[in-house]
């Protein structure tokens, strides 16, 4: 989790980039984020021994934003995900787990909004080995991830997001080295 904190310099610089875009429209307290239950897939790749990962995430969001500002407001999403890694040099990896994602959106002049958004969550992996000298050492990690994306349509139905995700089990077991993906995703809520 050492990556936290420069995670958060950079979730405020991508919110200082995003408050550049003019044309917003400002956002009552009553105007709430979608609430409903979505469905996301994943595609992301690691370096680390050419990992390549599928992943299938079911998400809710709470009704009414956390903070409501003129411009901005931040909302709280959470997502369970079942996740397939395609491991060349070992046997492929199942995992699951939980992220609750704080979010700031800017509702843009029409239907769009622009996101920043976070999450330190945990995962549970079905092995742990990623290449002969890449143990990960324990099944359960931690999620640490931070992304950016645009939500659009009918009540904001369908987004477009890209994340960075350091997995690592914050030193519980030795060696401790962690594995990172890029990934993009798209949601859709029916």
Known sequence: ??????????????????????????QTPAQAAPQGLDWQLNYGTSSSASVKKVGVIAGWQR??????GEQWRLTLRHELEVAFWRVPKAQDIVEA???????????LQGSG?????????VRLLSH????????????FQFSDQIGAGYQWGPQGRSTLGVRYTHLSNAGIKKPNPGINFTQVYYRHRF
């Open 1 to 26: 989790m050492s990556t936290f904190s420069s995670w958060g310099g950079a979730l405020l610089l991508a919110g200082a980039l995003l408050g550049a875009h003019s044309g917003v429209s400002a």
């Open 113 to 121: 909004v622009v996101f920043g958004e976070f999450s330190i969550g």
């Open 128 to 139: 742990t080995r990623i290449s002969p000298d890449h143990p990960l050492s324990s099944a």
């Open 63 to 68: 009704g009414a934003p956390l903070w409501q």
């Open 97 to 107: 787990g939980y992220s609750p994602f704080l979010r700031l959106e800017r509702p």
